[in-house]
């Protein structure tokens, strides 16, 4: 029900907010103006740093992996270039800690910081998000051997020392909002997936719901003080519709239902009422209640009609699905095919079948959005200079791309490179598609020139096979 086209739609649409406000880590600066226990603070500071990467180093487990070293924070301190150049320079001078670092080793070993977490990591529910503020806190700087080499160090104060944890608390706190907050991320692109889901079924739902405000409306015709002889006597082609009675029988909808609490009529009945007056003037309503006969086909095909040319277009409809949900009007077009193919799939297998369609074709469908999203994250920078250097060569200006063409194009190029299954021409397509309903009319032609460009530059290098 929820196809590669879909997923790749959303995560475009969530990669676009995420990476236009992301927050990147950095490290503290030199202060400004410093003060001998300034220097003395941010010279110690970094060589903290430089002693979790030392001890990340030296904790193995069993085969050799080491757990500390694999976390994201020192992932993200090892990518900063202040780091990097004082790592070079202690290989070939000594590092002022050294003295601490097995009596550090050991502790970090021993603690119950350590052991929870890899208890945590080996139960698969490990977090290495705070196991490095808490070893720092609780471990780290209560070693005594190391607080004694504090002591030793030039300009050394114990006001020093406390500049020093600050800027630690203050890089740990960095460290959580600049994580590019992408487990929030995969949720809300999770949650919008789960919304998606939903649509189908309040789509399943609705001429069901539109029947039931039918039949109350007949039922208030019936018991007015003077009833006419069609209120006594009404048309009930409508309400005994053989595939209403199927969508309200079949036990896969009413699961869902039930387990979500869907509804339409308590909070929207005006907008149901106003709906169903707009489907009983039509024409399709008219010709339908005045056929001669009818029968499960053409109860069918009347709510497919219906749906095609009254409900997907009516303003009232579109406006409740904006409010109700951010991401239903994107949803719509693509979730509203597969509901009339499931109309179709209930005509064809007749009213007893169960032919609701699951939630997406197969496991790799299911984990398709996760996995890209996190390639173009993860690879971000590396498909950014794909692109620039590029366009270095061509007649596109780089300073005026839309950014949202920069963003279909790395997820893309995330598809492209690491989903070797998916054909390059289906990838390259799908994506200009997308580029000319969500950007500018000369994005597709953007695309197109650039993905063309890449590809065949990744394919000269080996990079991709295809």
Same mark, same amino acid.
């Given at each position: 029900?929820?196809?590669?086209?879909?997923?790749?739609?959303?995560?475009?649409?969530?990669?676009?907010?995420?990476?236009?406000?992301?927050?990147?880590?950095?490290?503290?600066?030199?202060?400004?103006?410093?003060?001998?226990?300034?220097?003395?603070?941010?010279?110690?500071?970094?060589?903290?740093?430089?002693?979790?990467?030392?001890?990340?180093? =030296?904790?193995?487990?069993?085969?050799?992996?080491?757990?500390?070293?694999?976390?994201?924070?020192?992932?993200?301190?090892?990518?900063?270039?202040?780091?990097?150049?004082?790592?070079?320079?202690?290989?070939?001078?000594?590092?002022?800690?050294?003295?601490?670092?097995?009596?550090?080793?050991?502790?970090?070993?021993?603690?119950?910081?350590?052991?929870?977490?890899?208890?945590?990591?080996?139960?698969?529910?490990?977090?290495?998000?705070?196991?490095?503020?808490?070893?720092?806190?609780?471990?780290?700087?209560?070693?005594?051997?190391?607080?004694?080499?504090?002591?030793?160090? =030039?300009?050394?104060?114990?006001?020093?020392?406390?500049?020093?944890?600050?800027?630690?608390?203050?890089?740990?706190?960095?460290? !959580?909002?600049?994580?590019?907050?992408?487990?929030?991320?995969?949720?809300?692109?999770?949650?919008?997936?789960?919304?998606?889901?939903?649509?189908?079924?309040?789509?399943?739902?609705?001429?069901?719901?539109?029947? #039931?405000?039918?039949?109350?409306?007949?039922?208030?015709?019936?018991?007015?003080? %003077?009833?006419?002889?069609?209120?006594? #006597?009404?048309?009930?082609?409508?309400?005994?519709?053989?595939?209403?009675?199927?969508?309200?029988?079949?036990?896969?909808? #009413?699961?869902?239902?039930?387990?979500?609490?869907?509804?339409?009529?308590?909070?929207?009945?005006?907008?149901?009422?106003?709906?169903?007056?707009?489907?009983?003037?039509?024409?399709?309503?008219?010709?339908?209640?005045?056929?001669?006969?009818?029968?499960?086909?053409?109860?069918?095909?009347?709510?497919?009609?219906?749906?095609?040319?009254?409900?997907?277009?009516?303003?009232?409809?579109?406006?409740?699905?904006?409010?109700?949900?951010?991401?239903? #009007?994107?949803?719509?077009?693509?979730?509203?095919?597969?509901f009339l193919k499931t109309l179709k799939r209930f005509e064809e297998s007749g009213p007893d079948c169960h032919p609701i369609l699951p939630m997406y074709k197969d496991d790799e469908d299911a984990s398709f959005g996760r996995q890209l999203f996190s390639e173009v994250v993860k690879n971000k920078d590396v498909y950014r200079r794909y692109i620039h250097d590029t366009i270095k060569?061509?007649?596109?200006?780089?300073?005026?791309?839309?950014?949202?063409?920069?963003?279909?194009?790395?997820?893309?190029?995330?598809?492209?490179?690491?989903?070797?299954?998916?054909?390059?021409? %289906?990838?390259?397509?799908?994506?200009?598609?997308?580029?000319?309903?969500?950007?500018?009319?000369?994005?597709?032609?953007?695309?197109?020139?650039?993905? !063309?460009?890449?590809?065949?530059?990744?394919?000269?290098?080996?990079?991709?096979?295809?």
């Amino acid at each position: 029900m929820i196809n590669r086209v879909l997923i790749r739609i959303k995560v475009i649409q969530l990669l676009y907010s995420y990476l236009l406000i992301e927050n990147h880590f950095m490290l503290e600066s030199q202060p400004s103006a410093p003060t001998k226990e300034k220097r003395f603070a941010y010279s110690l500071y970094l060589d903290m740093l430089v002693l979790m990467v030392r001890v990340a180093e =030296e904790i193995e487990k069993r085969g050799g992996y080491r757990p500390l070293e694999d976390t994201r924070f020192i992932k993200k301190i090892l990518a900063d270039e202040k780091l990097k150049s004082l790592l070079g320079k202690y290989r070939y001078e000594a590092f002022p800690l050294e003295g601490a670092v097995s009596s550090v080793v050991d502790a970090v070993k021993e603690s119950g910081v350590y052991k929870n977490y890899i208890k945590n990591m080996d139960a698969d529910q490990g977090d290495d998000d705070q196991v490095w503020e808490r070893l720092f806190n609780l471990v780290i700087m209560v070693n005594p051997l190391l607080n004694n080499l504090f002591t030793r160090r =030039e300009n050394y104060t114990l006001r020093g020392v406390d500049r020093m944890r600050e800027m630690m608390q203050t890089t740990f706190e960095n460290f !959580y909002s600049s994580r590019d907050n992408i487990d929030d991320a995969l949720r809300t692109l999770a949650k919008s997936m789960d919304k998606a889901r939903e649509l189908y079924f309040r789509l399943l739902i609705l001429p069901v719901e539109l029947t #039931n405000l039918r039949e109350m409306q007949l039922d208030d015709n019936r018991n007015k003080y %003077v009833p006419t002889d069609e209120d006594l #006597n009404p048309n009930m082609r409508f309400v005994d519709n053989q595939l209403v009675e199927a969508l309200r029988n079949d036990p896969d909808i #009413n699961d869902y239902v039930e387990r979500n609490k869907l509804s339409w009529l308590p909070d929207e009945r005006v907008m149901l009422e106003r709906l169903l007056k707009e489907i009983m003037e039509s024409d399709i309503y008219y010709d339908y209640m005045n056929f001669p006969e009818t029968d499960y086909h053409t109860d069918c095909e009347f709510w497919r009609n219906v749906f095609k040319h009254i409900i997907f277009h009516s303003e009232e409809f579109l406006e409740t699905l904006e409010t109700q949900s951010v991401f239903w #009007n994107d949803d719509l077009e693509i979730i509203g095919t597969f509901f009339l193919k499931t109309l179709k799939r209930f005509e064809e297998s007749g009213p007893d079948c169960h032919p609701i369609l699951p939630m997406y074709k197969d496991d790799e469908d299911a984990s398709f959005g996760r996995q890209l999203f996190s390639e173009v994250v993860k690879n971000k920078d590396v498909y950014r200079r794909y692109i620039h250097d590029t366009i270095k060569k061509d007649k596109w200006d780089a300073d005026r791309l839309a950014f949202m063409d920069v963003v279909i194009a790395m997820t893309a190029l995330a598809e492209i490179i690491n989903f070797p299954k998916i054909p390059l021409a %289906v990838s390259i397509n799908e994506y200009i598609e997308i580029a000319k309903s969500y950007s500018t009319a000369k994005s597709g032609a953007f695309l197109n020139g650039i993905l !063309y460009s890449i590809t065949n530059k990744l394919r000269e290098e080996g990079k991709i096979n295809k």
